[in-house]
């Protein structure tokens, strides 16, 4: 593993510091007494979903193909409407009290059912006859995932270590780190009946705080990125709850929030539209925030001369780009991830004004709609920050006189003029008489200390 090249953000002077973590650290601290007073304590609510089907490991060793037999609703002949996967499969059942014992169960049939072949790796579910126990069937559940998802996972892991280096394993490390605070603190708490939004925004800020520190360093670039995320995450959750309260969503505009009201009923599904709303944003606002500290640090280190408004400027510019490309990104995310939805519309026959504004659209459209505004305020928010705490520590550590040294002012116009005015002493090459070259500065510039590196 190689050295990470990447320079890094130059220190902020004592006072930049000072104000920085006299904002930052109780923000923090609040942060965590929040999480300990939402913490779930005791043991975890029971569902109504029936008791747990046992699952064990199998490998097809055998697959038998049967014609089917003709429905009991059509005539005698007939073949049963379906794609005709009749027959049985032979499984050794490889972990669980039948270890090494074969198994016989149907052919997998019905909508969404795995198709098996000999050497096929399942999930077998065991079903008891609850009049007689003694009696139990046997039936193909799913594909067994875990050793191509392992390979995925190591590959994954690979390609953003090898890219990123250090940097990239800390980007590992803080992914891990919002997982296990989304399954330790924010699933759980939802579940036992805390409310979804204040529990949503708690996890958001630490997984925020978390991962910002963790991959980017404990800088000052960092913490503008992570003052300018909580601003944005905060007027996320304002405008979410907002929107869904004007358009009187419930929360029910998906089939798993139904299926979810029937096993935990005391769940509010309204404050979980309103959750996922915020966690689904803090994955892009991180990106914008730390993109545009990162835009206004570099802007100054390459023109110290800029002043505030000069790096504001520049910086929203960068900005505008990056959220003109980030809408997209949104959009298209959330219509990847309901493409079934989106697909179901074309074969609804009511018209598009009652299609656009039925529960489970409306959703969608509220969910990006707020998102969006969100990561807009989250430019001008950041870009101010960085630029009053970048200048405030260009002006500690620079003087006037240091930075007129450093870029030099010149006029444009006579540094124009110094390029294409002809130079005395030059006659054609082909003249024998043509004087020599001068070989001082003053013979080539108009004046001796003029120079045509203009400020950028």
């Known amino acids: 593993m190689g050295s990470d090249h990447a320079r890094p953000a130059p220190s902020a002077p004592p006072r930049v510091r000072r104000i920085l973590v006299m904002t930052v650290v109780p923000l923090f601290v609040a942060t965590v007494i929040a999480a300990v007073l939402l913490w779930p304590r005791g043991a ?26 003709p429905s009991p609703s059509s005539p005698e002949g007939t073949p049963r409407v379906g794609d005709g996967r009749c027959g049985t499969v ?3 059942v490889d972990d669980g009290p039948s270890a090494g014992q074969q198994v016989e169960t149907p052919v997998p049939d019905g909508p969404g059912a795995p198709r098996v072949e000999v050497g096929d790796e399942v999930i077998l579910v065991e079903l008891t006859d609850p009049t007689d126990p003694t009696i139990s069937n046997w039936n193909v559940a ?14 994954f892991a690979a390609a953003i270590v090898a890219f990123g280096r250090w940097r990239g394993l800390a980007a590992l490390a803080g992914l891990a780190a919002s997982f296990a605070i989304l399954l330790t603190f924010v699933l759980p ?32 670039q960092t913490s503008v990125a992570v003052l300018g995320t909580l601003g944005s995450l905060v007027l996320t959750g304002v405008l979410a709850t907002i929107a869904t309260a004007a358009t009187h969503l419930t929360g029910f505009g998906s089939e798993e929030a139904t299926t979810l009201s029937m096993f935990q009923g005391d769940v509010d599904l309204h404050g979980l539209l309103l959750a996922g709303i915020i966690i689904g944003s803090l994955g892009v606002l991180d990106d914008v925030t730390v993109t545009q500290a990162a835009t206004v640090t570099e802007l100054a280190h390459a023109n110290p001369g800029l002043t505030r408004l000069q790096l504001y400027r520049a910086a929203t510019r960068v900005g505008r780009a990056h959220i003109a490309s980030t809408v997209n990104t ?19 026959a009511r018209p598009i004004g009652q299609i656009l504004t039925s529960e489970f659209l409306a959703q969608e459209i509220v969910r990006s709609a707020v998102a969006t505004l969100g990561l807009i305020a989250a430019v ?68 001796p200390n003029r120079s045509t590196d203009t400020t950028w």
Not at 332 to 348: C, E, I, K, R, V
Not at 405 to 411: E, H, L, M, S, V
Not at 417 to 434: F, K, N, Q, V, Y
């Open 44 to 69: 975890s609510p029971q569902s109504d979903g029936g008791a747990d089907v046992p699952r064990y490991p199998g490998t097809v060793t055998r697959v038998v193909m049967e014609p089917c037999p």
């Open 90 to 92: 032979d499984v050794r």
């Open 142 to 155: 799913e594909h067994q995932r875990g050793t191509p998802m392992l390979w995925l996972a190591v590959v």
């Open 189 to 220: 708490g939802i579940g036992a009946g805390k409310s979804p939004l204040l529990v949503a925004v708690v996890g958001a800020a630490l997984i925020m705080f978390v991962v910002l520190y963790l991959t980017h360093g404990v800088t000052a």
């Open 330 to 348: 949104i959009v298209l995310a959330y219509a990847g991830a309901s493409l079934p939805l989106l697909l179901l519309l074309t074969a609804d």
């Open 380 to 447: 001008p928010l950041t870009t101010g920050l960085a630029a009053v705490v970048t200048a405030a520590g260009r002006t500690d550590t620079t003087s006037p006189a240091d930075a007129s040294a450093q870029r030099p002012q010149t006029d444009r116009a006579e540094a124009l003029a110094a390029l294409i005015s002809p130079r005395t002493g030059h006659p054609d090459e082909s003249d024998p008489t043509r004087t020599p070259p001068p070989s001082t500065a003053a013979d080539r510039w108009p004046e």
